[in-house]
């Protein structure tokens, strides 16, 4: 059942379907390239709420994962 699940998801993007497939589909994941990056502002633009991540957010995310890897 978690396989076809996992296929389900990975058959489209499915922007702003319900807060629980975009935690599936990766929100809280740091980014780990500029395409990851663009991916999330790209599904956190799609919703239709006022929380929307900014370049800032994920530039701020990205450091402090450098940070936590050199310690």
Excluded at 29 to 40: L, N
Excluded at 60 to 71: E, F, H
């Amino acid at each position: 059942m978690i396989k076809n699940i996992i296929d389900l998801l990975n058959t489209s993007e499915y922007y702003g379907v319900s807060e629980r497939v975009d935690i599936a589909k990766g929100k809280h994941e740091i980014p780990k390239s500029w395409k990851d990056a663009w991916g999330k502002v790209k599904r956190h633009s799609k919703k239709k709420d006022d929380n929307l991540i900014t370049w800032k957010d994920i530039w701020n995310k990205i450091k402090s994962l450098k940070w936590q890897i050199r310690k």
